[in-house]
């Protein structure tokens, strides 16, 4: 239910950000600016991916406590875990994720649904094994994503999360088609 009023909130506030660019003539700039690219970092333009860098260490910590919270409020209090704080320090997490890459690179579609569904197929549900492998797989395909993009068109270059986006929705809908079948992908 939580995903759905994300997307809720997100349409709304796109929507209203949508309006204030059309009218100060900003629709263009505000749409580069939400695509996906690296080309926006630059020397000494890179400096919130140190945070980025500070909040991966974080949730690398708490992997484990978030692998307990997946069991449920009941089975995450009896073992000592305070459900509703760690809760919205998750939230408050996935939040300044999300902003951070937008603010370095923009947005990145479909990334935060299917690495960790196939590395989740692949390996298993323990967020602390397999924390790795959803980090290397996700740096791989964004950084293949981000090779693509710069030479299916060259001299040009396309934007990342187009290239993300097709293959992510792809991905996305052969996961859908073969539902919860272990040899899924």
């Given at each position: 239910m939580l995903?759905?009023?994300?997307i809720i909130y997100s349409g709304i506030i796109g929507s209203v950000t949508e309006v204030i660019a059309y009218r100060f003539n900003l629709v263009q700039s505000m749409t580069a600016w939400t695509q996906g690219s690296f080309s926006m970092i630059q020397t000494h333009q890179y400096e919130w991916l140190f945070l980025g860098l500070i909040i991966l260490i974080a949730v690398w910590k708490l992997s484990q406590t978030f692998t307990i919270m997946n069991l449920g409020k009941?089975?995450?209090e009896s073992l000592g875990i305070?459900?509703?704080?760690l809760e919205k320090l998750a939230l408050f997490l996935v939040a300044l994720t999300t902003s951070v890459t937008m603010i370095t690179v923009g947005g990145l579609p479909f990334l935060g649904v299917i690495v960790p569904n196939l590395v989740r197929k692949r390996y298993g549900d323990n967020l602390s094994q397999t924390k790795l492998m959803v980090?290397?797989?996700g740096a791989n395909l964004v950084l293949a994503c981000d090779i693509l993009s710069r030479v299916l068109?060259?001299?040009y270059e396309l934007s990342v999360s187009l290239l993300l986006g097709i293959?992510?929705?792809?991905i996305f809908i052969l996961l859908l088609w073969r539902g919860g079948r272990k040899d899924a992908v």
């Open positions: 995903p759905l009023i994300g009941e089975t995450s305070s459900y509703s704080l980090v290397l797989v068109i060259r001299p293959i992510g929705s792809l």
